[in-house]
């Protein structure tokens, strides 16, 4: 079993920076892909971010592509998202996710997910 506790939510206006962090317990923690997810209200859950079991490949979604940081530290068990250059239109609940095995692809499909936190939110003030 592993257990994800988001972290590093809060309110900050637009262009300002965030950094999230997502500790992870329970299993290896570097022998799997992690990811970052998120949901407005009244709108579904759409991928973010991903890092694979190394550090060494990520991909982001369209929209935050140039503006986020997706990093890992496997000797602390905990995956960052850096949030620079904010937008309203970011605002959303946060959500980490990890695999439960190595697999191929890139990783933005949340059915390739395991294991979930509980979600922080974000809100970006205009």
């Known amino acids: 079993q592993v257990q994800l506790v988001e972290s590093g939510g809060g309110l900050v206006q637009a262009g300002g920076s965030l950094r999230l962090s997502c500790a992870a317990s329970g299993r290896t923690f570097s022998s799997y892909a992690m990811g970052w997810f998120r949901q407005a209200p009244g709108k579904e859950r759409e991928f973010v971010a991903a890092?694979?079991?190394?550090?060494?490949?990520?991909y982001y979604a369209d929209s935050v592509k140039g503006r986020f940081t997706i990093s890992r530290d496997n000797a602390k068990n905990t995956v960052y998202l850096q949030m620079n250059s904010l937008k309203p239109e970011d605002t959303a609940v946060y959500y980490c996710?990890?695999?439960?095995?190595?697999?191929?692809?890139?990783?933005?499909?949340?059915?390739?997910?395991?294991?979930w936190g509980q979600g922080t939110q974000v809100t970006v003030s205009s």
């Open positions: 996710a990890a695999e439960g095995t190595v697999v191929a692809g890139t990783h933005r499909s949340p059915y390739e997910y395991d294991y």
């Open positions: 890092i694979n079991w190394s550090g060494g490949r990520t």
